[in-house]
C-alpha cells in the first residue's frame, strides 16, 4: 500500500486558457480526458438510437420501418459506433483522466500527441456517420449491409459508403495507436519517483496491457481493410477467388484484430472494479499480483484464439481443435479475476453505494456471459448457435455489463472527483435498477430465441419468435431511455450538489483522492513522494 | 528505490499548440478526398492534395516547435525518454503492419492456393470451379484476367537493391559514429551518403516497377502473385521515402549544428526507423524475391 504526502507548487503553472483555445489546443489530460467522455456519450446516444430503431423493427415479423439493407447498415452502425465511438473513448477518457493522478504524473507523456489522438475521433466519426448518409444522394450506391464484421466478397460490392467507412476505420486505428503509445510511455517514464511497476493500481496495470493489445493488433486492421480498399478500386485479388486470393483471410485478419478488441473493450471496465471493490468492501484487494498475472494471461492467450469467430467457415480439424482449446483456456484466467473480486468483498463490511451496485451486477452478468461463451467456444456446439440470436445474447452480456457497466460504475466512482460535486444517490440508484432490469429483460430472451433457430442480421424472422422479440423490444425501450436518466444525472452533478471531499469515498485508497476534489488544472507538478508501508 | 535516483525537481509540461487541430483537419481531408477520388467524384483529388499541403504544412510547424523548445533547452532527461520510447513503440505498431501483409503472402501460398488446388475435402469443388488449375507459385489464380505474365527474379536489381539498402545501414551508423565524436564533418558526410543511397534504391525500384508493367506484363491485376508482389514492395518503399525525408531533415539539422554527443534523438529516430526499414527490405527480398 502507498501514501503520498502531497507539495503544493502550483506557482509556475497558471489555470486554462480561456474560451474553445483551451479545448482545442489542449495539452491537459484533464480536460482531453473530459472531452473522450463528453465525446463518448454523444456516440453512446448515436449508437443507441440505431438500436432502438432495430429494435423497433423485430417488434414484430415483416417489414415495418426500415428495408433490409438499411436494417443491415444500422447493425453495422450500432458495432462500430459502440465500440469505436462509445467504448474506447470512454475508457480512454477514464484512462487519461485517473492514470496521471493514480501515478504521480503531471500530465501525460505526450501531451500535444494526446489532444490528437482525441481530436481524429471526431474526424473519424464524422467519416463514420458520411458512410451512413452518402447512399441517401443520388448516385451515392448501396448501403454497407455487411455488419461490422464487413466480410468479402459482400463488402467489395458495396458502393462508395464502403470506402468512407474504410477510411473512418483507418482514422480510429491512427487515434488508437497514438493514444496507446501515450499510455505505454506515461505508465513506463512519468511514474513518481519510487512507484514501482507492481504497486501500481490494477485500473493502470489493466490499460497498460490494453494499450499494447491495441498497438499489435490496430495495425492488422488497417491493413486488413487497406487490402478490401485495393481489392475494390485498384484491381488486386487478396480476398478474391478467382485470382488466388481467399476471403477468408479477411476473416483471419479481421478476428486477429477483432477478438483481441473483446478484451481491449473489457480490461479497462475490470481494472476500474479493482479501484471500487476495495473501497465499498474496506478491505484491501484480494491478490493484486496475480491480478496483473491474470489480465496478462488474457492478453496473452486473447491473440491466439481468433479463429474461434469462424468454426463453419471450413477450417481443418486440426485447425478448428486448436483454436477451441485454446478459448476455453482463457475461461481460467477470467475466472481467477472473478474469484479474487469476490474474495475482495468476503467478510467486508459493505455498503452498495451505485459504482459498488454495478460491480456486483457485473459480477453475475458478466459471469453468465462468459459461461455462454465457453458454450460457444465448443465447435460442435458452435455449429448449431453459430449467427443466431444467442450469440447476439452471448455478447451483449459480456459487453454489457464487462465493459459498459465497467465505465458507468468507473464514471458514477470518480465523478465527485472530477466535478467536486457528489451525484445524487437516489436518482443514481433508480438508472442502476431501470439499466440493469430493462437490459435483463431485453437481452435475456434473445438466448431462447437463438436456441430455437433464429439468426440474426436478418431483418424478418418466422412468426413463432414473435412473443419472445416483442418481450426484448419492450425491455430495449425501457433501456433506451434510461439513459436520459444517465444523462441527466451527470448533468445535475456537474452544475452542483454536494461538495465532494478529496478523499469522497471515507475508504478510498489511491494517488487520486490526495488531490482536490476538483483537482487543480495542473497537478502534481511537482512529483509526490511514495513511501512503501 | 530511493527518490533521490530522480534527478529533476520539476515535471515539463508543454505549452498548448495548435498542430494537433491542424493535423486532425489535414488527415480529415485527405482521407475525404480520397473517398471522393477513388470513386470519381467532383472535387476529390482537390480536397486530397489540399490536406496533403496541409499535412506538410503541420509536420513542419509541430516540430519546428519542438526542436525551437528543445534549443532553448526547456526538455529535461524524463522527456527526451518520452520522445524515445514513443519512437519505440511506434516502430513496434509498423511491425504489425507489415507482419499482417507478410502473413497474407504466408496464408495465400500455403494454406489457400493449394485449396485452390484441390487439396484434402475440397477435390470435387475443385473439379467443379476450376479444373485444371494448378496450384504452383507464382499464379495469377485459376481465373485470371490480364494475361501471362513474368514473375519478377531476385538477382538482378532487388540483390543490387539489397546491397545499396546494406550499404545505406553502415553509412548511417558511420554518421551516428562521427556524431557521438562530435565530427560535425563526418556526421553529414555519413547523412549525405545515406539519403543518396536510399534515393537510388527508390529509383531503382521505380525502374522495377516500369520493367515490371512494360516488359513483364506484371501488374496489379496479375491476381495473387501481382497484389503481393506491389503491397509488399509498395508499402515498403513507401516507408524507404518516408524514412529519407526524416534523414533529409535530420541533414537539415546537422548542417545547422543542432545535435550535439548527448543530445540528439531526431537523429536517433530517424536512424531506428531506417534501420527497421532495411530490416523489413531483408524479409521481402527473400519472402517476395527469392522464394
Known sequence: MTTATHAHADHEHHGPPSGLKRWLFSTNHKDIGTMYLVFALIM??????????????????????????LYNNLVTNHALIMIFGAVMPAAAGLANWMIPLMIGAPDMALPRMNNLSFWILPAAALMLILSFVVPFFPGGGTQINTGWTLYPPLSLQVGMSMDFLIFAIHLLGVSSVLASINIIVTIFNMRAPGLRMMQLPIFVWAWLVTAFLLILVVPVLAAGVTMLLFDRHFGTSFFIAAGGGDPVLFQHLFWFFGHPEVYILILPSLGVLASILPTFSRKPLFGHHSLVGAMIAIAALGMIVWAHHQYTVGMSLAAVKYFMIMTILISIPVGL??????????????????????????ILMFSFGGLTGVMLAVVPADMQY?????????????????????????????????????????????????????????????HFIGLAGMPRRIVDYNVMFTEFNMISSVGAFFFGISHLLFLYIIIKTVRGGEKAKARAWESAQGLEWEVESPPPHHTWTTPPTIKTA | MASAQHGQDHYYVPESSPWPIVAMISALLMVFGLALWINAVGLGAWIFFGGFILLAVMFYGWFSDVVRENLSNVYNAQVSRSFRQGMFWFIASEVFFFLSFFGALFYLRTIALPWLGGEGYLAMTHHLLYSGFEAVWPTAGPQPTAGEFEAMGAWGIPALNTAILLSSGATLTWAHWALKKNDQKQLIWGLIATVVLGLIFVGFQAYEYIHAYRDLNLTLEQGIYGSTFFMLTG?????????????????????????????????????????????????????????
Open chain 1, 44 to 69: 453512446l446516444f448515436l449508437g443507441g438510437a440505431s438500436a432502438m430503431v432495430i429494435r423497433a423493427e423485430l417488434f414484430m415479423p415483416g417489414l415495418q420501418l426500415v428495408q433490409p439493407d
Open chain 1, 337 to 362: 479475476i472473478i474469484f479474487n473480486y469476490m474474495m475482495t468483498m468476503w467478510r467486508g463490511a459493505m455498503t452498495f453505494e451505485t459504482p459498488m451496485l454495478f460491480t456486483v451486477a457485473i
Open chain 1, 386 to 446: 453459430h449467427d443466431s440470436m444467442f450469440v447476439v445474447a452471448h455478447f451483449h452480456y459480456v459487453l454489457l455489463p464487462g465493459a459498459v457497466w465497467g465505465l458507468f460504475a468507473g464514471v458514477f466512482y470518480w465523478l465527485p472527483k472530477w466535478t467536486g460535486h457528489m451525484y445524487d444517490e437516489k436518482l443514481a440508484k433508480t438508472f442502476f435498477w431501470l439499466h440493469v432490469v430493462s437490459f435483463n429483460i431485453t437481452f435475456f430472451p434473445q
Open chain 2, 235 to 291: 508499402f515498403h518503399g513507401f516507408h524507404v521515402i518516408v524514412g529519407a525525408i526524416m534523414l533529409l531533415a535530420v541533414l537539415g539539422r546537422a548542417i545547422k549544428g543542432h545535435f550535439s554527443p548527448h543530445n540528439h534523438f531526431a537523429f536517433e529516430a530517424a536512424a531506428w526507423y531506417w534501420h527497421f526499414v532495411d530490416v523489413v527490405w531483408l524479409a521481402l527480398f527473400v519472402f517476395v524475391y527469392w522464394l
